[in-house]
């Protein structure tokens, strides 16, 4: 009995020696995987608490988990109110990361813990939304519901299995107009939403507004200073925007990669894309890259005279004339906007772009994307097979072409990660938003949403 007392006695004392081992491993050099997984978990919750206005424990237990990586459930976070500061650590001890709230810029991640410096990096004011009377998108009131129509819409926005799982938000536009929406439970007409990858599309609208002034050119080459004495120095505006630079750029978000680096370990998110490789001509090869849509974003805040007229500049020349009142663009620690990911907005405000791109760029009369830049948006490059455009959009949905779901050759796409879209579809005068939380192994497909929607306000002729 001794022996065996000795024996477990022995084993304990191993295994406490391994447990102490294993937390003071975790606190001084943490894995950087834990680290990816606590800068995402802060920013996530930071985000919507502070611009969503939602409950932190509600978005740690529902937006935190999406992925379905177990080990997410192992992440604590704390929220401090007054600084404006979500800490997030693995286990409640290890690995922190950060988030700051930085008003209307809303959150940054703080990989670096430098909270001082990332506070005085970037500022914008806050402004109010006008108060109006007016019918969408000129003011906020919306006349939905009327007739038979209006029934059939409101039955198909409304249905489940049409809406798909976690459904957040949908918006639908006919003729200018909102004519349905729906709201998941906890969220409504004012609630901001993020897009994720629909903001790549907003970004380049925002080049598009200083190419009509004459400050960019798709032709634009030399574009980074690092480039100039290498083969990358051939790189177009153009290769960038259709995502055939051929810059080497890790897309995958299972583990630590170039894109998970960016947005939770680099306090710089265009460091990674701008100090790339090329491992193909520009032109040769299509590769999606978030890494090169936050590259565009340092491009076009380049040239503006100054960073604060660069941080002012999305809000002044787009968001303001089209009356998108709740977007929120947030920057990176060091004031870059994230162009691949972070853009927050009420879904009739995604609908308000939407409606733009079917107008061509033009609103209320005036033209603020050059001629041909949303015809760009649809046009198909070689390299991608037809299901990218010249400028950040999709020609195709989730999962399959327009065709394979009955739906117009001419709609194209805004997507984003866990079952963000916006179609536009100008044959038919119509904009779809649909938002949610909605991972892609859900395999909700959008276009049957879009083609049930286009039956109601279009059908079959006898």
């Avoid at 007409?189 to 994720?196: D, E, F, I, R, S």
């Avoid at 583990?255 to 680096?261: E, F, G, I, K, L």
């Amino acid at each position: 009995m001794r022996l065996i007392s000795r024996v477990i006695g022995a084993l304990f004392v191993l295994l406490l020696i391994i447990v102490a081992g294993g937390a003071v491993w975790l606190s001084i050099s943490p894995p950087e995987l834990l680290k990816v997984g606590d800068g995402y978990a802060a920013k996530i919750v930071c985000s919507n608490a502070f611009v969503a206005k939602r409950d932190p424990d509600e978005v740690l237990d529902d937006d935190v988990q999406a992925p379905g990586n177990p080990a997410l459930k192992l992440i604590r976070v704390s929220v401090d109110r007054d600084e404006g500061v979500v800490t997030a650590r693995f286990l409640g001890l290890f690995a922190p990361n950060h988030a700051l709230y930085r008003g209307a810029l809303g959150c940054t991640t703080v990989p670096d813990g430098d909270l001082q410096a990332a506070r005085s990096a970037v500022f914008l004011n806050r402004v109010k939304a006008p108060k109006s009377d007016a019918l969408w998108p000129n003011g906020d009131a919306v006349n939905i519901g009327q007739g038979e129509e209006g029934a059939k819409l409101a039955d198909v926005v409304s249905n489940p299995d049409l809406a798909g799982p976690a459904m957040r938000a949908i918006v639908v536009v006919k003729e200018g107009r909102v004519v349905a929406e729906a709201y998941g439970d906890g969220f409504n007409k004012g609630t901001p939403l993020v897009g994720w990858s629909m903001t790549k599309t907003v970004n380049a609208a925002i080049i598009g507004r200083l190419m009509l002034a004459g400050r960019m050119s798709f032709d634009d080459q030399n574009l980074l200073p690092q480039w100039s004495t290498d083969e990358r120095k051939n790189i177009k505006l153009s290769d960038l925007l259709a995502m055939e630079s051929g810059l080497a750029f890790n897309e995958s978000y299972g583990n630590v990669s170039d894109v998970t680096r960016m947005l939770y370990l680099d306090p710089d998110t265009t460091s990674i894309a701008a100090n790339s490789r090329q491992v193909a001509a520009p032109g040769d090869r299509f590769s999606y890259s978030s890494g090169t849509a936050t590259l565009l974003s340092r491009l076009w805040m380049n040239r503006l005279p100054n960073l604060s007229a660069a941080i002012s500049y999305p809000r002044e020349a787009l968001f303001g004339p089209l009356g998108m009142y709740s977007a929120v663009f947030e920057a990176d620690e060091r004031g870059t906007f994230v162009g691949s990911s972070y853009l927050y907005a009420t879904a009739r405000d995604w609908a308000r772009f939407g409606q733009f791109l079917l107008q061509d760029g033009v609103w209320n009369g005036h033209r603020l994307l050059p001629e041909g830049f949303v015809g760009a948006m649809r046009t198909p490059t070689k390299a991608s097979e037809g299901v990218y455009s010249q400028v950040q959009a999709w020609l195709a949905g989730p999962g399959g072409s327009n065709a394979q779901f009955g739906l117009p050759a001419d709609t194209f796409w805004m997507t984003g990660h866990d079952g963000q879209t916006v179609a536009i579809v100008p044959s038919a005068n119509l904009v779809v938003v649909r938002m949610g939380l909605t991972p892609a192994w859900a395999d909700y497909r959008p276009q049957i949403l879009v083609k049930r929607i286009m039956d109601v306000i279009k059908p079959p002729s006898n």
